[in-house]
C-alpha cells in the first residue's frame, strides 16, 4: 500500500488532512512534518509514494522543497496545497514536477480521490 508524507505548518489543518486520508483510503503509512528540514528527514527514512505540501512554509518554498524531496525519491508524486490558489503558481508548479496543485479551499475529497487515483488505489 502506498504511504504518504504530509508537510503543513499549520498544525490544524495538517491533522485534518491526517484523518480524511486515514479512513480507509487505502494508505498505508503516514508522516507528517512541519517545515521542509523535517520534510527532508522524513522522506530519506519513509521513501513516501505521495508527498502533499503546503506550498508556503517557513523555512523554504513548496516548489523548492518538492525538487529537493523528488530528487531524494524517483517517481515520488507531489501535490502542492496552498491558501493563494492563482493558474500562474499552478503553471509554475507543474512545470517544476509537480504533479497537481489545490487550493486549501478544496474539497479534501477532491484531494484525496486524486492521490488515490495516482497511486493507483481502486
Do not use: W
Request: one cysteine or more.
Amino acid at each position: 500500500m502506498p504511504t504518504v508524507l504530509i508537510v503543513e505548518d499549520d498544525i490544524v489543518f495538517r491533522k485534518q488532512l491526517l484523518e480524511v486520508f486515514d479512513h480507509g483510503n487505502g494508505f498505508d503509512a503516514f508522516a507528517e512534518a512541519g517545515n521542509g528540514v523535517e520534510a527532508l528527514d522524513k522522506t530519506k527514512c519513509l521513501s513516501p509514494n505521495l508527498a502533499i505540501l503546503d506550498l508556503s512554509l517557513p523555512d523554504v518554498g513548496g516548489i523548492q522543497l518538492a525538487q529537493e524531496l523528488m530528487e531524494i525519491t524517483p517517481g515520488l508524486r507531489v501535490f502542492m496545497l496552498t491558501a493563494d490558489y492563482s493558474m500562474k503558481t499552478e503553471k509554475n508548479a507543474l512545470s517544476c514536477g509537480i504533479t497537481a496543485v489545490f487550493s486549501k479551499l478544496d474539497d479534501l475529497a477532491t484531494v484525496v480521490a486524486n492521490a488515490r487515483a495516482v497511486c493507483g488505489i481502486e
